[in-house]
């Protein structure tokens, strides 16, 4: 009964293979193989962002994803930054009564791969910063930065032991209040034009990035640092960023250490019988 | 490269890119272990979203779309002909902005069902799809 079951199913999808191909291929939408040219919007995005003849519709960054996602669509990603809080904030819900914090777990794994673990540590949230602090010059940005910045936990968590994070004083509390902080400084980058638009009595746009002949509100884009000379900081770009990074680290971090906990800490604590 | 063989190269990479997706799909129909089920999701919308990469993919233009040249503290105005040329050999941006989004949406769903997975392990014992349904209804 499964086997036939099992066989009509596997019948169905090679059906649903041969079918999506074939109006891959008789579409127009995708060019198989594709074709020369930019499409119009990707030609728009392209020749706008960092346009400095015509800075009407720039975002003062020489990376073009980074700017879509945080200046020309920067609503969607808000949204989509408090779905990923909404999801940690879920999963914590179901394990609230979990009280581990501040008791060694685990002993990690031996000692060869203890010191490897022990070197890369260094490196990877060295690569991680880098990464966020250059979302708006180089390909990644703060949501990058902070996925490369929780393999780090995740390497000390399974080659140190749990212990070696919640011995260095990272608790439940703190990295929320991290992950929180991020989402604020997002929030309050996201209203702090229109808040000024409305004091001047400007039009302005939640999260506007740069200055529009018709919204002459922004955050401008070069700044003079003494030593530095003038530093291309495009707007609100590396600021969302950071508070990005922050965000996205301290919240990967969380979700792993939880998920970490041996099954016999969590009865302990009583989290789940109930 | 002639047509003839461009064209059986992407066919190629298409079909395979919808037959892995297609395949994940029937692995979570079938298989019981949750675990697995939560394997071949991830697998299936990050499949998904190699596709929507390669549909960015046009022809010749294989520069990532970052503007070249550019750090802190080199940021000399650019001239119209140079973001031209820039843009002539770049990817399309568009799928991969979209897909940024998605891979944190979805790992915002395989952190969620992976407390749910864990929790339900916690507490009945077990992975597999149908002793967990029999447990549930109470006949175990």
């Given amino acids: 009964m499964t086997a036939t079951r ?17 109006m ?3 579409s127009h939408v995708v060019a198989i193989p594709p074709t020369q040219g930019q499409r119009w919007l990707s030609w728009k995005f392209l020749t706008s962002t960092y346009n400095w003849q015509d800075k009407a519709l720039w975002a003062g960054s020489p ?5 879509v996602l945080w200046d020309y669509r920067g609503i969607d990603t808000v949204y989509e930054t408090s779905v990923f809080f909404l999801a940690i904030i879920g999963g914590l819900m179901l394990v609230r009564d979990y009280k581990p914090w501040g008791k060694p777990i685990g002993k990690g794994m031996s000692l060869i791969s203890r010191t490897v673990v022990k070197i890369v540590l260094v490196a990877v949230p060295v690569v991680a910063a880098s990464i966020a602090l250059h979302g708006h010059l180089t390909p990644g940005g703060g949501f990058q930065g902070g996925s490369v910045f929780a393999v780090s936990s995740l390497l000390a968590i399974i080659g140190l032991g749990t212990g070696f994070l919640l011995g260095r004083g990272w608790s439940k509390s703190k990295l929320l209040g991290f992950r929180t902080l991020g989402l604020i400084i997002i929030s309050s980058i996201a209203l702090a034009i ?5 004091l001047e009595g400007l039009h302005a746009y939640i999260i506007q990035n740069q200055w529009k002949p018709w919204a002459p509100v922004g955050f401008g884009y070069l700044a003079s640092i003494p030593g530095l000379g003038t530093i291309l900081y495009s707007g609100t770009l590396v600021f969302l960023n950071i508070a990005e990074f ?16 041996s099954r016999e800490e969590i009865k302990r604590s009583g989290g789940v019988e109930k | 490269m002639s047509d003839a063989i ?3 190269i992407w066919s190629y990479i298409f079909t395979l890119t919808i037959a892995i997706i297609v395949v994940a799909v029937y692995g979570m129909a079938t298989r019981p272990n949750l675990v697995k089920k939560l394997i071949l999701l991830s697998i299936m919308s990050d499949t998904a979203s190699l596709l929507a990469v390669l549909i960015g993919m046009r022809k010749g233009m294989v520069k990532p779309p970052v503007f070249p040249g550019v750090t802190y503290t080199e940021h000399a105005p650019v001239t119209q002909k140079a973001l031209e040329a820039f843009a002539l050999s770049a990817v399309d941006p568009i799928p991969q902005v979209l897909v940024v989004t998605a891979i944190v949406i979805g790992l915002a769903v395989l952190v969620f069902l992976g407390y ?3 929790l339900l392990y916690q507490k009945y014992g077990t992975l597999d799809a149908r002793l967990l349904e029999k447990k549930l209804r109470g006949e175990i």
């Fill in chain 1, 24 to 26: 891959l291929i008789g």
């Fill in chain 2, 116 to 118: 749910v997975v864990l």
């Fill in chain 1, 246 to 261: 922050l965000a996205v680290s301290a919240g990967l971090s969380l979700a792993f250490i939880i998920m970490s906990l």
């Fill in chain 1, 63 to 67: 990376e073009v994803v980074t700017s």
């Fill in chain 1, 6 to 22: 099992d066989l009509a199913l596997g019948v169905l999808s090679a059906l649903i293979v041969v079918i999506l191909m074939y």
């Fill in chain 2, 6 to 8: 461009s064209m059986m």
């Fill in chain 1, 194 to 198: 229109p808040f000024l638009g409305l």
